[in-house]
């Protein structure tokens, strides 16, 4: 079953630092996305992404965050200056046509001290 | 942003017996509705999915109901069985994006 990979599992950074998020998605499949999820809350929306451009980022979505495939392969999530705020479960998805169910990571735990 | 809704955060049955998640929207614009399980420390997996064209799709044990006059849509799981102990996330999207619920957690009693 093909399978969609996110490293880190867990990274601790200092407030104000700059983090990378990466996932490896599934060959062939053009849509991406990330997901975060507070501790004790829901899973939010992001941003999307095909074709190498956003297609659609939600209002957490601010200027601290950028995505980008650097090498055509890679997906990538950075936040420029952490906040404790930030602290969540980061969920890449991947998805090969738009009426696809996605395929999640396993996540990257984020923790902001 | 409240447009998908999981009203009940736990739902607890005994094994054998069947489960019914609930979930609400309320943005008519969407068509597509999934059903994922989440474990512990994993990322949501895909469960069972269906279009605004239908009003049910049956997986195995798995059924999705949608009603769309009442913007409701119920996941049925029959028989429902320990390992199926996890939280489930309902899901929409208008063909853009993904909207999830809070999701239920549910646990099946042996």
């Known amino acids: 079953e093909p399978e969609v990979t996110q490293t880190p599992s867990h990274q601790v950074t200092q407030m104000g630092q700059e983090v990378i998020l990466r996932c490896v998605p599934i060959s062939n499949h053009l849509y991406f996305y990330w997901y975060r999820q507070i501790l004790g809350q829901k899973v939010e929306f992001l941003v999307s992404f095909y074709n190498n451009e956003i297609s659609e980022k939600s209002e957490i979505f601010d200027d601290q965050f950028s995505v980008e495939r650097p090498d055509g392969s890679n997906f990538t999530l950075k936040i420029r200056s952490t906040k404790l705020e930030d602290s969540a479960m980061y969920f890449c998805a991947n998805q090969m046509d738009r009426k696809d169910g996605y395929t999640f990571g396993s996540g990257t735990r984020l923790t902001v001290v | 942003d409240q447009q998908v809704k999981q009203n009940s955060p736990s739902l607890s049955v005994q094994e054998g017996r069947i489960s019914i998640l609930n979930c609400d929207y309320t943005?008519?614009?969407?068509?597509?509705f999934l059903w994922y399980k989440k474990y512990p420390a994993e990322g949501p997996t895909f469960l069972i999915s269906?279009?605004?064209?239908?009003d049910k799709n049956e997986d195995g044990r798995f059924t999705v109901f949608l009603n769309k006059s009442a913007k409701h849509l119920s996941l049925h799981i029959v028989p429902s069985q320990p390992g199926d102990s996890a939280v489930y996330f309902c899901?929409?999207?208008?063909?853009?994006?993904?909207?999830f619920g809070a999701g239920t957690r549910l646990t099946v009693k042996p």
């Open positions: 943005n008519s614009m969407f068509d597509y």
């Open positions: 899901a929409a999207s208008d063909g853009n994006d993904m909207r």
């Open positions: 269906i279009s605004s064209i239908k």
